[in-house]
């Protein structure tokens, strides 16, 4: 090779490595993260799960229930956020105070929760305007650490507008979710 190809190619070297280090001042920083509602426990008293009786349908008529049992909601948060229990679950078509999961096999029937109040007997517990409805969203406020208690009654029901009913199992699952205000 000679003198004047040698410092082509050495004057070349240099002009890419001084674009290099031009291209070095620079430099992007890319950053994600997430900022998060906060945490809270969400406990049933009674437990998760509740088993009614079997019922003739002839001792369940319409607008009634066959038996009803407590339901304490319990929501400790570690925020200082103000959480609501977001309600969610199949229902009754046209019923959406009445729980009805879509692996029952019964037709008119499910389960209704209200807020629990004094004297309220099977015979007196259908109530659709005091009932938890899907998409509901219960108030729980509570200071960081502590706990709010909600009390409710669930009972198995016929809903009043059901003139034909089909026996069969009765299911129903209800979700309540965390949400912040």
């Given at each position: 090779m000679n003198k004047f190809n040698m410092?082509?190619?050495g004057a070349t070297c240099a002009l890419i490595s001084s674009q290099?280090?031009?291209g070095a001042n620079?430099?992007?920083l890319n950053f994600s993260g997430e900022v998060t509602a906060g945490t809270c426990d969400i406990t049933?008293?009674?437990g998760e799960t509740f088993t009614f009786a079997k019922v003739s349908v002839d001792n369940l008529p319409a607008g009634k229930a066959s038996e009803i049992k407590n339901l304490t909601t319990k929501v400790k948060c570690a925020t200082a956020n103000k959480p609501n229990?977001?309600?969610s679950g199949s229902t009754i078509s046209g019923k959406n105070m009445i729980f009805r999961a879509t692996s029952s096999t019964s037709e008119g029937y499910g389960f209704m929760i209200r807020p629990r109040g004094t004297g309220v007997t099977a015979a007196t517990f259908y109530n659709e305007s005091d009932?938890?409805?899907?998409a509901d969203n219960v108030s729980h406020s509570t200071a960081v650490g502590t706990?709010?208690?909600k009390e409710w009654t669930v009972g198995m029901v016929r809903s009043n507008t059901a003139t034909t009913t089909t026996i069969g199992s009765v299911e129903g699952v209800v979700r309540l979710?965390?949400?912040?205000?």
């Open positions: 410092a082509l190619i290099a280090a031009w620079i430099v992007n049933i008293t009674e229990l977001a309600v009932a938890l409805k899907h706990e709010s208690t979710t965390a949400t912040f205000k």
